[in-house]
């Protein structure tokens, strides 16, 4: 048996205060990503700064689903983290629960909830008694839901609720930012590989129409013919005619914009 509330994931018209007394919102987003070394570290401090903000005997985690793929992101103790990781593993809990019904879910006696055995015997091992999760969309198949555990019994009140929802917000707009940049950051790698590839075979249609005293389109023929004879990739072939006339192999990152030095 099971006493719990299902709630409609809350939006407050404004953003209210963030963890940092005095902060608003953004500053407090945009200042604390400045503060750490990597979004995995940015995590772990706004877990904990959420959990402190949300109430004594409160902690948090966060959970990311990208591409169907969940994981534990970060959790502000151990406890929590040891909670996610059971859920995670077992593929049954409140978060992912939440995000795949995409609202939040608050569990008043976690001992008396029966949906998630395996997730449900860690919380109670841990010491706490009660449970929410909120879940926030990233876009582009991304999800997150903030993990909140308490040592009190069903504290979820709407006021709560709401600041929960705001932080759950702000971590999916933190996450849709840094995959923005992440897929940027392929396609320009991508691309001066790419370009690179390009130039190595440039280089050995030259060198071709140097030794067979012939056009660019013969020498890209007979390029392509030896590609496939040898069943290799273009560039592969390409390198080896151009280290065969150098004695080097071009590098795989020689390639540069016409614009840099």
């Given at each position: 048996m099971?006493?719990?509330?299902?709630?409609?994931?809350?939006?407050?018209?404004?953003?209210?205060?963030?963890?940092?007394?005095?902060?608003?919102?953004?500053?407090?987003?945009?200042?604390?990503?400045?503060?750490?070394?990597?979004?995995?570290?940015?995590?772990?401090?706004?877990?904990?700064?959420?959990?402190?903000?949300?109430?004594a005997?409160?902690?948090?985690?966060?959970?990311?689903?990208?591409?169907?793929?969940?994981?534990?992101?970060?959790?502000?103790?151990?406890?929590?983290?040891?909670?996610d990781?059971?859920?995670?593993?077992?593929?049954?809990?409140?978060?992912?629960?939440?995000?795949?019904?995409?609202?939040?879910?608050?569990?008043?006696?976690?001992?008396?909830?029966?949906?998630?055995?395996?997730?449900?015997?860690a919380?109670?091992?841990?010491?706490?008694?009660s449970?929410?999760?909120?879940?926030?969309?990233?876009?582009?198949?991304?999800?997150?839901?903030?993990?909140?555990?308490?040592?009190?019994?069903?504290?979820?009140?709407?006021?709560?609720?709401?600041?929960?929802?705001?932080?759950?917000?702000?971590?999916?707009?933190?996450?849709?930012?840094?995959?923005?940049?992440?897929?940027?950051?392929?396609?320009?790698?991508?691309?001066?590989?790419?370009?690179?590839?390009?130039?190595?075979?440039?280089?050995?249609?030259?060198?071709?129409?140097?030794?067979?005293?012939?056009?660019?389109?013969?020498?890209?023929?007979?390029?392509?013919?030896?590609?496939?004879?040898?069943?290799?990739?273009?560039?592969?072939?390409?390198?080896?005619?151009?280290?065969?006339?150098?004695?080097?192999?071009?590098?795989?990152?020689?390639?540069?914009?016409?614009?840099?030095?």
């Amino acid at each position: 048996m099971t006493d719990e509330t299902a709630f409609p994931h809350p939006r407050p018209e404004s953003p209210g205060p963030a963890p940092e007394a005095g902060e608003s919102g953004s500053s407090a987003l945009g200042s604390l990503l400045l503060e750490t070394a990597s979004i995995e570290a940015y995590l772990e401090d706004f877990t904990s700064r959420a959990a402190s903000y949300l109430g004594a005997g409160t902690q948090c985690g966060i959970t990311l689903r990208h591409l169907g793929r969940d994981r534990r992101a970060a959790s502000s103790d151990e406890r929590a983290a040891r909670c996610d990781d059971v859920e995670v593993a077992t593929g049954a809990g409140p978060c992912l629960t939440a995000m795949d019904e995409r609202r939040t879910l608050t569990t008043r006696e976690i001992w008396r909830d029966d949906r998630w055995i395996a997730w449900r015997d860690a919380a109670e091992l841990e010491g706490f008694r009660s449970a929410a999760a909120v879940p926030a969309s990233a876009g582009g198949g991304t999800e997150i839901a903030l993990n909140l555990y308490s040592e009190q019994a069903d504290p979820w009140d709407p006021e709560r609720l709401v600041r929960a929802a705001m932080f759950a917000d702000q971590i999916a707009q933190v996450m849709a930012l840094c995959i923005r940049i992440a897929e940027q950051t392929v396609i320009n790698a991508d691309l001066t590989a790419a370009m690179a590839s390009r130039s190595t075979i440039d280089q050995a249609i030259g060198i071709i129409m140097a030794q067979n005293r012939c056009s660019a389109e013969d020498a890209f023929a007979i390029l392509r013919r030896a590609s496939s004879h040898r069943n290799v990739k273009l560039r592969v072939v390409a390198a080896a005619v151009v280290q065969g006339i150098t004695g080097v192999a071009p590098a795989a990152g020689q390639f540069r914009p016409r614009h840099e030095n």
